[in-house]
T-cell receptor
Framework: GAVVSQHPSRVICKSGTSVKIECRSL??????MFWYRQFPKKSLMLMAT?????????EQGVEKDKFLINHASLTLSTLTVTSAHPEDSSFYIC?????????????FGPGTRLTVL | QKEVEQDPGPLSVPEGAIVSLNCTYS??????FMWYRQYSRKGPELLMY????GNKEDGRFTAQVDKSSKYISLFIRDSQPSDSATYLC???????????FGQGTILTVHP
């Protein structure tokens, strides 16, 4: 149980284009999902908290107009990187909060590697 | 000072060794403690989840929490090359909020 998927796993795009990343909880409902960014050999950096049916909460320093988050259902959250630039190249990971099991914690997706040319 | 401190290593051990991974934290409000394992280019995988002080064992893995000293540990017995990964400790308070992660320790188990 507690499986989270992400799509795509890898994307290469040209500078100036927008990229959408999907995060799905496959076997549980998640009212809360999280989006992280990870640089090589570094820990996870929380970008935003995504709440189903309401606006996302962004961490300080994260541009909400650049990183658009939509959490339209209890199993799907999307992150759209708008007008991507090479400095946006990174490993993006989502997680979903599972409240229904024994633990109340986050389960992570496999990550999406974004390369902006 | 970071809320959760973790030695990034790298840590290299021979196969079969006992591995000890540790974190310290500063916020006494933290009540829940987790260990995640992350393989290269993959998302973190939940290994252990503990509440408050004490020990929890799962196969070759033992998680230990000492709230009096704000110290959390993960022990891996009979380590295997497949255990080679980055191990992240994480904590949170009682009211659900975001997790606070350590920097991660890079572990290599060589045959």
């Amino acid at each position: 149980g507690a499986v989270v998927s992400q799509h795509p796993s890898r994307v290469i795009c040209k500078s100036g284009t927008s990229v959408k990343i999907e995060c799905r909880s496959l076997d549980f409902q998640a009212t809360t999902m999280f989006w992280y960014r990870q640089f090589p050999k570094k820990s996870l950096m929380l970008m935003a908290t995504s709440n189903e049916g309401s606006k996302a909460t962004y961490e300080q320093g994260v541009e909400k107009d650049k990183f658009l988050i939509n959490h339209a259902s209890l199993t799907l959250s999307t992150l759209t990187v708008t007008s991507a630039h090479p400095e946006d190249s990174s490993f993006y990971i989502c997680s979903a909060r599972d409240q229904g099991g024994v633990t109340d914690t986050q389960y992570f997706g496999p990550g999406t590697r974004l390369t902006v040319l | 000072q970071k809320e959760v401190e973790q030695d990034p290593g790298p840590l290299s051990v021979p196969e079969g060794a006992i591995v000890s991974l540790n974190c310290t934290y500063s916020n006494s409000a933290f009540q829940y403690f987790m260990w995640y394992r992350q393989y290269s280019r993959k998302g973190p995988e939940l290994l252990m989840y503990t509440y408050s002080s004490g020990n929890k064992e799962d196969g070759r893995f033992t998680a230990q929490v000492d709230k009096s000293s704000k110290y959390i540990s993960l022990f891996i017995r009979d380590s295997q090359p497949s255990d080679s990964a980055t191990y992240l400790c994480a904590t949170r308070g009682t009211s659900y909020g975001k997790l606070t992660f350590g920097q991660g320790t890079i572990l290599t188990v060589h045959p």
